[in-house]
């Protein structure tokens, strides 16, 4: 029987999907409409029982829909015997639990303030202020829900 010898490497996958050009202006003539639609069509889903998992769904893809962020996900790189086996899967998340209570308690109203100010600090700056609205937008999963 031959010996297995496993090593683990865990690397992030650093796909940034479109450029800053393409997701900039991606943002501004269709993100930021859909989004708004998106946004608003997600709480409202959120706020009943039945389309919580749904509306919650919708709130960690704002990213995507808004800027063309692409889904983060870990590479684990192993070798087995001599042969290099890739595997992909999310992060690790918080346990179930606390992000629950996190949402419940804080996550629902305050990610909705945190939206509204991505919301003005893109209106107000007339622009100027994309970079720190596209930082927030992406930050909306993890102020919603804990995600990573």
């Known amino acids: 029987m031959a010996e297995t010898h496993t090593e683990n490497t865990v690397v992030y996958d650093y796909n940034k999907g479109p450029g800053c050009l393409v997701r900039g202006l991606w943002f501004i003539?269709?993100?930021?409409?859909?989004?708004?639609?998106?946004?608003?069509?997600?709480?409202?889903?959120?706020?009943?029982?039945?389309?919580?998992?749904?509306g919650l769904?919708?709130?960690?893809?704002?990213?995507?829909?808004?800027?063309l962020k692409p889904v983060r996900t870990v590479s684990t790189v192993s070798v087995?015997?001599?042969?290099?086996?890739?595997?992909?899967?999310?992060?690790?998340?918080?346990f179930f639990l606390w992000r629950a209570l996190y949402f419940i308690l804080i996550g629902w109203w305050f990610s909705l303030i945190w939206l509204m100010l991505a919301?003005?600090?893109?209106g107000f700056t007339l622009g100027l202020g994309l970079p720190l609205a596209f930082w927030m937008f992406d930050r909306v999963p993890g102020i919603t829900t804990l995600q990573r």
């Open 119 to 122: 919301w003005l600090i893109t």
């Open 80 to 94: 087995v015997n001599g042969v290099p086996v890739i595997t992909h899967r999310n992060p690790k998340q918080v």
């Open 57 to 67: 769904w919708m709130l960690n893809r704002i990213p995507q829909v808004m800027t």
């Open 29 to 54: 003539f269709i993100g930021l409409w859909l989004g708004g639609i998106w946004s608003v069509i997600a709480w409202i889903l959120t706020i009943t029982i039945i389309g919580m998992p749904l």
